[in-house]
Structure formats: C-alpha cells, structure tokens
C-alpha cells in the first residue's frame, strides 16, 4: 500500500497512514510492525501521537471526516468521530492537540463532484472543530463561509449552489496564549 499521510516518530515507534485506511505502528529501529488499525477510508491526515496520564493517544483523520483515537501502543480504537456529513468531506491536515481538546481541519473533494452534470454544485463550506481529546464528543464548530449556501444563478442563467469552498487543507496552528486558532483555507467557489 501506498503511504497517504506524513510519518510521526515518538520514541521508538513510526506511525503512518495508508491509502487503504491502514494505520500502522512500526517498530523504529527494525521496521517491524507492531500494530496496525483499519480506518473507514484512506489516511491522509497525518498521526499525531498524544502523551496522557491514561496513554499515549495516536489521533488522525480519514477521507470519510472520520477522526479517530487510537491506544498508541496496543492500536486498540479508543473513539471515532464523525467530523462533517456531507458527502465529499475528508480530512487530509493533521488534527492538533491543546488543553485536551483536539483541533480538526476539514476539505472536501466537492470539486471532483462538480464535474459531473448531474451534480448541482456547490454545497461545502470548510470548517474547523475541537473535539474533547477523551472521548470526542464535539465542543464547537465554525465554517469557513458563515452563509449556508443557497440558490443562485450565473450570469449565463445557470442555477447554482453557493456560496461554497473554504475547505481547511492544513493543520490547525494553535496559539495557547492568546487561546487562539489559525487556519489556512482555499477551493472557494
């Protein structure tokens, strides 16, 4: 399989993502496998392993707007997530850590959906959601576009969706001191 995320080294362990879902825990000086977990789609979004008092956590993303914990070191799934329903959802940043909450960027691939005819595009707006890091209940939510989208129409007469995009393709950059959240967003239509 094809790696689909950046790797994560802590200690003696590798942490990747996989194209086919797969999350594996590797041993870093042998390459042997130590854990692997099957997520409900590709993994994009890069692991982020979590040092706490009842183990080390690994969190991460899948192009489902799943977001999943994991025991970092048995690969047991301690909780999933769904970050976002709509259908072209995906996470592809890697999900961040502060104060026990867990920072998660959300995309879309709403643009491949687009091209088709029958698709009326467009419905997505990127987001961003902190998750409480013990059981990932959400604690809040804000879109990209505030306006939800409505019917519209192009100069040519066209009907249309929007507006749209905004998608949060990085990770989410934390700032504890000021208690604030930094993002970076692209894809609007």
Not at 89 to 103: M, Q
Request: include cysteine; aromatic fraction near 10%.
């Amino acid at each position: 399989s094809a790696s689909g995320s950046q790797v994560t080294v802590v200690g003696s362990r590798v942490f990747v993502g996989t194209r086919n879902g797969m999350v594996y825990s590797l041993d870093a000086k042998t390459g042997c496998l130590v854990w692997a977990f099957e997520a409900s789609a590709a993994v994009r979004s890069t692991p982020l392993v979590v040092a706490q008092p009842a183990g080390d956590t690994v969190y991460f993303g899948d192009a489902h707007a799943q977001v999943y914990a994991v025991d970092a070191k048995s690969g047991a799934l301690k909780w999933k997530t769904k970050a976002e329903d709509h259908l072209d959802a995906i996470i592809t940043g890697g999900v961040s850590f502060a104060n026990g909450r867990v920072f998660v960027p959300v995309a879309s691939m709403e643009e491949s959906s687009g091209a088709l005819p029958t698709y009326q595009c467009c419905t997505f707006r990127g987001s961003v959601l902190a998750l409480d890091a013990a059981s990932g209940k959400q604690i809040w939510k804000t879109y990209t576009i505030d306006e939800t989208p409505t019917k519209r129409k192009s100069a040519a007469g066209k009907e249309f969706l929007g507006p749209a995009g905004g998608g949060v393709w990085g990770p989410v950059a934390i700032d504890p001191k000021r208690r604030a959240v930094y993002i970076s967003t692209g894809n609007a239509f």
